[in-house]
């Protein structure tokens, strides 16, 4: 067994694709995910599963909720140890300057193509800023998330992968959900 993070896009977002979290961990367990926690109503949900490729998980869910729910939700599914990478990896969280409340991680299902990196990397989006790591795109927000224009519908657009956003806060809890899932083996 090991431990994983699914997250989710676009549930309970304005009335639209909701599911209860009772019943998205009931359906996950049923289906063969063992330990299930979800983190608040966005669709963080931590477990433990055999040992296999990640977008094997991905699959699953998505297929699990299209069969229950009747609607396709984006899912990108990371273990314990690279979510902890991602975390240790941010480059801003080493500057003294940034308030952490401002941090996020945008999380891609695959690695941009560097000709699509390059749509971004000369673009001035102050005071925001980015940095791309792999399948990662750190962010700095100052202004705050909802006013920046490197939305996950940007970076999808120009990166042509899928994102999905959270905030340190909820990267960070994440982490803590899973090292208590992570003691249950």
Known sequence: MRTYISILRGINLGGHNTIKMDNLKKLLSNNGLSNVETYIQSGNVVYQYKNTDTKKLDSLIKENIFQEFGFDVPVITLTIEELKKIAENNPFSSKKMKDPSFFHVTYLTDTPQPENLSKIKDINYQPDEFVVLD????????????????????????????????NWKTTNELIAIADKVNDKL
């Open 135 to 166: 399948k990662t795109v750190y962010l700095y927000c100052p202004e705050g998330y909802g006013n920046t224009k490197l939305s996950n519908k940007f970076l999808e657009n120009k990166l042509k992968v899928t994102a999905t956003t959270r």
